[in-house]
């Protein structure tokens, strides 16, 4: 079993819509929880990152933490085509810039 | 604040022979990470330096090695290429405060081809 699992997808949905994206993962000793947007031949960008257990909102996006379930969400309201992307989870057990364990992604198309 | 480059972007290389690839972090960055994103595997950690050390190694061969400068600028080797080696090598920098709020930021990668 792998440390991080996240369905691939792809995940096809119409403008406007409210996108769910998940990970779960195994290792209880994650404290740190990040999800990163990944564009075509483009390196991953930071769009939220959470300490332990709890909600943090920006914008259009939402990440959630639910360590007894060990399972993290991403929840973009009012999605639009410019959010079509790879969208990868990662955590790591220490904070900062130690290593992270990320998930496989899951390729989003959000169609006008 | 420009961001982290990678060169080349692109390199095509045969079997058996090395690879050199560079990162130049963010300004005042003296953290860097590797990684290797393949579809199979998706994104798996190398290594990453602080101050011209390593500091953490991931489950990679030796056959991959790194190193950092003075200036934090870093390179990562890659010796005797197989087939397996072709994928997306992104570099990471972060600043490495107390507080773990600085967390990493990716560069747009060099994409490895091996023939």
């Known amino acids: 079993q792998k440390e991080v699992e996240q369905d691939p997808g792809p995940l096809s949905v119409p403008e406007g819509a409210i996108v769910s994206l998940n990970c779960t993962y195994s290792?209880?000793?994650?404290?740190?929880f990040m999800w990163y947007r990944q564009y075509s031949r483009k390196g991953p960008e930071l769009l939220m990152y959470t300490y332990s257990s709890g909600n943090k909102e920006d914008g259009r996006f939402t990440a959630q933490v639910d360590k007894s379930s060990k399972y993290i969400s991403l929840f973009i309201r009012d999605s639009q085509p410019s959010d079509s992307a790879t969208y990868l989870c990662a955590m790591s057990p220490s904070g900062g810039n130690t290593p992270l364990v990320f998930g496989k992604g899951t390729r989003l198309s959000v169609i006008a | 604040k420009a961001g982290v480059t990678q060169t080349p972007r692109y390199l095509i290389k045969t079997r058996g022979q090395q690879v050199t690839l560079s990162c130049s972090p963010i300004s005042g960055h003296r953290s860097v990470s590797w990684y290797q994103q393949t579809p199979g595997q998706g994104l798996q950690f190398l290594f990453e330096y602080f101050s011209e050390t390593q500091r953490n190694k991931g489950n990679f061969p030796g056959r991959f090695s790194g190193r950092q400068f003075s200036n934090s600028r870093s390179e990562m080797n890659v010796s005797t290429l197989e087939l397996g080696d072709s994928a997306l090598y992104l570099c990471?920098?972060?600043?490495?405060?107390?507080?773990?709020?600085?967390?990493?930021?990716f560069g747009p990668g060099t994409r490895l081809l091996v023939l």
């Open positions: 990471a920098s972060s600043s490495r405060l107390t507080t773990w709020e600085e967390t990493q930021y």
């Open positions: 290792n209880s000793a994650f404290q740190y």
